[in-house]
């Protein structure tokens, strides 16, 4: 059963730091590749970073691009973003996805704010 659960959400201030985590099970991680998403209250799911199976290439949209960085442990099958300067339009719930399987994780709940 293929089962993603993601870890680490908080509240933070503006220009604050923060990583998340998405552990993975019930499938061979390392032959797929992972995405983050975020969805704000009212908004639609967009997503904030991708990356390939051995790590070796990555993807953000303009919007987060310099201040996100996804990673992955293929030994330990988790998968992080750190996220740097953080903007109080940063605050949704975060969640990893593994698009080829079309599975999704429970998400955490990340919020930016003073």
């Known amino acids: 059963q293929v089962r993603l659960v993601e870890s680490g959400g908080r509240m933070v201030q503006p220009g604050g730091s923060l990583r998340i985590s998405c552990a993975a099970s019930g499938f061979d991680f390392r032959r797929y590749a992972i995405m983050w998403y975020r969805q704000a209250s009212g908004k639609e799911r967009e997503m904030v970073a991708q990356?390939?199976?051995?790590?070796?290439?990555?993807i953000y949209p303009d919007s987060v691009k310099g201040r996100f960085t996804i990673s992955r442990d293929n030994t330990q099958y988790t998968v992080s973003l750190q996220m740097n300067s953080l903007k109080p339009d940063g605050t949704a719930v975060y969640y990893c996805r593994v698009p080829m399987l079309n599975a999704w994780g429970q998400g955490t709940q990340v919020t930016v704010s003073s």
């Open positions: 990356i390939t199976t051995t790590g070796a290439t990555t």
